[in-house]
C-alpha cells in the first residue's frame, strides 16, 4: 500500500492525462464504468475511504437523474450536464493527491516536467480554487432552503430547473469574486518571482511509481481497444 500511499505526483498527473483522452475516445457507458472503478480502485489505494464513497454515491446519483431526464425535450441541457459531470468523475477523481500536496512541491514537479511556470501556478490556484467552490455552493444551497426552495430531494427534483438556475447564478457571480481575490492574493504572494522553486518535501519519481503508470495506462488502453471493437456495448 505504502507506493500508493506515497506515489510521486507525476503519477497523478499522468493517470490525469491517460483518462482525459479516454473520456474522449471512449463512446460507451459500460467502458465509462470500467474506468470509474480503476479510479475508485486509485482512491481506495491511497486510503482515501470517504472520498471513494463520496465519488461513488455522486457517481449513481448523476446516472439515476440521467436516466430521468433522457427524452425530455425542454431538459436536455440538464440532461448532457449530468452525463457530461459522471465521465468527468472519474478523471477529478486522480487530482485527489495533487490537491492535497503543498504548493511547493507542485511547483517542483512542473519545473521537473519543463512545463511553464504560469502553468504551475495556475494548476495551484485551480486546485485552491475548487474547495472554496464547494463551499460557496453548499452555503447557496443552505440560503435557498432557508428560503423554501430545494427543500427535499422531491422539492428538488420536481422543479429541477427552477433549482438550476437559482443555484448556477449566484455561484457563477461568487466565482468571479473569488477569482479577482485569488489573483490580488498570489501578486502580493511574489508569484511572477524569477527566483527557483524549492519544496521542502522529496520530488523523487521511484520505480514503483513507473509500475503503477504501466499498469493503470495498460487497463485503459485494454478498456479503449474494448470499447473501439464493440465488445463492451450491451
Known amino acids: 500500500?505504502?507506493?500508493?500511499?506515497?506515489?510521486?505526483?507525476?503519477?497523478?498527473?499522468?493517470?490525469i492525462f491517460v483518462n482525459a483522452i479516454m473520456f474522449?475516445?471512449?463512446?460507451?457507458?459500460?467502458?465509462?464504468?470500467a474506468l470509474f472503478a480503476l479510479a475508485c480502485l486509485w482512491l481506495l489505494l491511497r486510503?482515501?475511504?470517504?472520498?471513494?464513497?463520496?465519488?461513488?454515491?455522486?457517481?449513481?446519483?448523476?446516472?439515476?437523474?440521467?436516466?430521468?431526464?433522457?427524452?425530455?425535450?425542454?431538459?436536455?441541457?440538464?440532461?448532457?450536464f449530468t452525463m457530461f459531470s459522471r465521465h468527468l468523475l472519474i478523471t477529478i477523481s486522480y487530482v485527489d493527491g495533487?490537491?492535497?500536496?503543498?504548493?511547493?512541491?507542485?511547483?517542483?514537479?512542473?519545473?521537473?516536467?519543463?512545463?511553464?511556470?504560469?502553468?504551475?501556478?495556475?494548476?495551484?490556484?485551480?486546485?485552491r480554487?475548487?474547495?472554496?467552490i464547494a463551499y460557496e455552493y453548499h452555503a447557496i444551497r443552505g440560503s435557498l432552503k432557508f428560503r423554501g426552495v430545494g427543500i427535499t430531494i422531491r422539492q428538488t427534483l420536481l422543479h429541477l430547473p427552477k433549482n438550476f438556475e437559482c443555484t448556477i447564478i449566484p455561484l457563477l457571480m461568487r466565482?468571479?469574486?473569488?477569482?479577482?481575490?485569488?489573483?490580488?492574493?498570489?501578486?502580493?504572494?511574489?508569484v511572477r518571482t524569477t527566483n527557483k522553486i524549492v519544496s521542502f518535501d522529496e520530488v523523487h519519481f521511484r520505480?514503483?511509481?513507473?509500475?503503477?503508470?504501466?499498469i493503470f495506462s495498460l487497463?485503459?488502453?485494454?478498456?479503449?481497444?474494448?470499447?473501439?471493437?464493440?465488445?463492451?456495448s450491451f
Open 47 to 80: 486510503k482515501q475511504y470517504k472520498k471513494a464513497a463520496g465519488f461513488i454515491a455522486a457517481y449513481i446519483t448523476l446516472c439515476f437523474l440521467s436516466e430521468i431526464l433522457i427524452g425530455i425535450r425542454s431538459l436536455t441541457t440538464i440532461w448532457f
Open 1 to 15: 500500500m505504502k507506493p500508493f500511499c506515497q506515489a510521486d505526483l507525476r503519477v497523478n498527473l499522468w493517470l
Open 98 to 127: 495533487l490537491a492535497d500536496a503543498h504548493t511547493g512541491t507542485l511547483l517542483t514537479v512542473f519545473e521537473r516536467i519543463r512545463l511553464p511556470k504560469a502553468a504551475g501556478i495556475s494548476t495551484v490556484v485551480l486546485l
Open 175 to 190: 466565482t468571479t469574486r473569488i477569482a479577482e481575490e485569488l489573483s490580488a492574493a498570489a501578486m502580493v504572494r511574489g
Open 207 to 214: 520505480l514503483s511509481d513507473g509500475i503503477i503508470c504501466v
Open 129 to 132: 480554487f475548487i474547495p472554496t
Open 24 to 33: 474522449l475516445i471512449c463512446a460507451h457507458e459500460t467502458s465509462f464504468i
Open 219 to 232: 487497463y485503459a488502453i485494454i478498456v479503449c481497444l474494448a470499447d473501439r471493437l464493440n465488445m463492451l
